[in-house]
Structures are given as structure tokens and as C-alpha cells.
Nanobody, 123 residues
Framework: QVQLVESGGGLVQAGGSLRLSCAAS????????MGWYRQAPGKQRELVAR???????NYADSVKGRFTISRDNAKNTVYLQMNSLQSEDTAVYYC?????????????????WGQGTQVTVSS
């Protein structure tokens, strides 16, 4: 079993900041890419930011220059620093981890998802 525990969401005024964290634990052998997605009401889930195992990053155009993704490989944790938040950033944010797990059938690669954390930006 692999567990992803997210924290850091909440209510913030426009222009404010929040920092999301997501820690992976359990029977995960190795992690490659880690990322954050979000889903606003009535909209599809979209990629916010992603970081590879060697630190390469990519961002949605809407968050470039405002959000920063980082990771601590020793802690299997990914972070999302969100600055200059706007009402359009209001959504449920989901952590995603692509990793390898050792099972009875051998090594298996899968995508794992967190439970989601609500971010609400008031204007």
C-alpha cells in the first residue's frame, strides 16, 4: 500500500500565499515524477505543476511566476508554494506521485493520488 498525505490547504485572501505539502509513505520503492493537479467545480482536473526525480519542472501557464514546486527526495515529499493567489486558483488540489512498488509479482509502476485538499481564495 502507498499513502499520500496532503496538507496546507485553506482559505486565503486574494494576493495571499499558501504552501501545500504531500508526503508519500508505505511500500513505495522509488519515485520518479511528482506533481500537483487541481479541479475546480464544473471543470476537469488539470495539471498545475510537475517535477521529475532530477528536479526538472513544468507549470501550467496560468501559474507560471506565481507557483513553485519542489521536492525533498529523502522525505518522499513534494511541495507547492503558491503566491499571489487569485480567485481563479480556487479548487481542490491533488498530489500525484508516479512510483514503483514492490509486490508479490515483482516491481510495479503506478500513479498514486492524494485525497485532495481544498484551496479557497476570496476576492
Amino acid at each position: 500500500q502507498v499513502q499520500l498525505v496532503e496538507s496546507g490547504g485553506g482559505l486565503v485572501q486574494a494576493g495571499g500565499s499558501l504552501r501545500l505539502s504531500c508526503a508519500a509513505s508505505g511500500s513505495i520503492f522509488s519515485i520518479s515524477a511528482m506533481g500537483w493537479y487541481r479541479q475546480a467545480p464544473g471543470k476537469q482536473r488539470e495539471l498545475v505543476a510537475r517535477i521529475t526525480s532530477v528536479g526538472s519542472t513544468n507549470y501550467a501557464d496560468s501559474v507560471k511566476g506565481r507557483f513553485t514546486i519542489s521536492r525533498d527526495n529523502a522525505k518522499n515529499t513534494v511541495y507547492l508554494q503558491m503566491n499571489s493567489l487569485q480567485s481563479e486558483d480556487t479548487a481542490v488540489y491533488y498530489c500525484n506521485v508516479n512510483g514503483v512498488r514492490l509486490t508479490s509479482r515483482g516491481f510495479e509502476r503506478n500513479d498514486y493520488w492524494g485525497q485532495g485538499t481544498q484551496v479557497t481564495v476570496s476576492s
